[in-house]
């Protein structure tokens, strides 16, 4: 029996190496090839990466013709935007249905995360006209404002979570001492859901920096793109960067990254708590 355990035990590590290994790989390239020169991208064998790195690629992707650092720039603004609207809107809507005990509420939440199937092409043609109605085409704050909207959903569900895990009688306790329940809101539950609040900022930062669709339907001022937008500068009409772009998706990947490393850990534990409650 413990033989068969260990065997299981084994092959279900292997299968999780295997499995971290084909997630990896393709970074791996990216990383390899955004150091190689242009000549050595098609040697025959190819190699992860070249023996000597041209580290110069960051340099001239960063700061030389291509000016990474603008869409970079324009990217942050959106995507720290996005986060800030997200948690202004949702932290509210999300201790509305935590502490409201209605028949309605199962439904409701259920509703809030099934809205999050429907992509966002449905509405892009509307969202176009009123976009351009409220003359906020060619401007960030038309990519920010859908960016949120659509990110809402989740952050509320997140939220909602948090807000389920924190015993009610602290809100109570602290309206028997004389707080309002808004004051009982600010004072003591925000503070509390402080890590949900976080990991649901930066689900919707890295949500507003990822995002695409609605910076290509929105801008056409190229001073305002984005970097997936500028991700297009480095394809010629019969050529691609290769080198350069790996270069700039390793510049774009990097504040994911650090803001996925942060988040998982609550991310999980928003998604389930007040699951058993």
Not at 39 to 55: A, C, V
Not at 138 to 162: C, D, E, K, Q, R
Request: with cysteine.
């Amino acid at each position: 029996m413990n033989r068969r355990k260990t065997l299981d035990l084994m092959m279900t590590h292997l299968l999780l190496i295997l499995l971290i290994g084909l997630m990896v790989f393709p970074v791996i390239v990216m990383i390899g090839t955004s150091l190689k020169s242009y000549d050595s991208l098609f040697e025959w064998p190819p190699k992860l990466f070249p023996g000597k790195p041209e580290w110069s690629n960051y340099l001239t992707v960063w700061s030389g013709q291509y000016k990474f650092y603008i869409p970079f720039k324009n990217s942050l603004a959106i995507a720290g935007a996005t986060g800030i609207l997200s948690i202004l809107l949702g932290a509210p809507a999300a201790y509305g249905i935590s502490r409201t005990v209605t028949s309605l509420r199962n439904s409701l939440l259920f509703g809030i995360l099934a809205s999050q199937m429907i992509s966002p092409v449905v509405f892009i043609l509307p969202l176009y006209k009123v976009i351009r109605a409220y003359g906020l085409l060619n401007t960030l704050t038309s990519v920010i404002v859908t960016s949120a909207a659509f990110t809402l959903p989740m952050v509320i569900w997140l939220l909602h979570g948090y807000f389920d895990s924190i015993p009610r009688e602290l809100e109570e306790a602290a309206m028997v001492d004389g707080c309002s329940r808004i004051q009982a809101l600010y004072r003591v539950m925000l503070p509390l859901a402080a890590p949900g609040l976080a990991a649901a900022g930066i689900y919707a930062f890295i949500m507003g920096w990822d995002q695409l669709m609605f910076p290509l339907t929105f801008l056409t001022n190229s001073a305002l793109k984005p970097i997936t937008l500028a991700l297009y500068d480095f394809s010629g009409y019969n050529i691609v960067y290769w080198h350069e772009m790996m270069a700039a998706s390793t510049i774009a990947v990097i504040p994911v990254a650090i803001a996925f490393a942060f988040i998982q850990r609550y991310l999980v534990k928003g998604l389930t708590a007040g699951a058993i409650k």
